[in-house]
């Protein structure tokens, strides 16, 4: 039997950027979290500090292009605190896996008050976000 590679990324946990100065009122906090694969299994650990208010996800997501936003595809295990941990894993599709391998995943952390919904708007890959990160090799 030939043994499983495995890759690793990294996550740097910044502030997601808000469409204007009102919304970005309540972002704060950083954090960094690593993701292991084996075969399409990705595993994540990180961690987190400094949020605004208690966190409430910690999502996947897919991006529609390197550095653009997109839909989440997996919940991961969040504490509901200012600062603490994320853990997950998650098999992934064949797309996934490509689109990890094009810099196209993002892990993203919302709380209870991120960046306030655009009036009118429900963006739920947006509202209540606070940190965000590309896994990169």
Known sequence: ASA???DKYTVRLGMVPAANAAQQGPVAGKGSASALLSANR???NGSFEGLPSPAT???LHYGIAKGARGKAFADLT?????????SGAVTLTPEQLEGLKQGRLYLQVHSERGIAP???KA??????SNL???LLK
Not at 80 to 86: H, L, P, R, V
Not at 123 to 128: I, K, S, T
């Open 123 to 128: 963006q739920p890959e947006v509202d209540n």
């Open 4 to 6: 499983q590679t495995s």
């Open 118 to 120: 655009e009036q009118g």
């Open 78 to 86: 969040i504490s509901k605190a200012t600062s603490g941990t994320i």
């Open 132 to 134: 965000w990160g590309w």
């Open 42 to 44: 990705l595993t994540v």
């Open 57 to 59: 996800a910690a999502r």
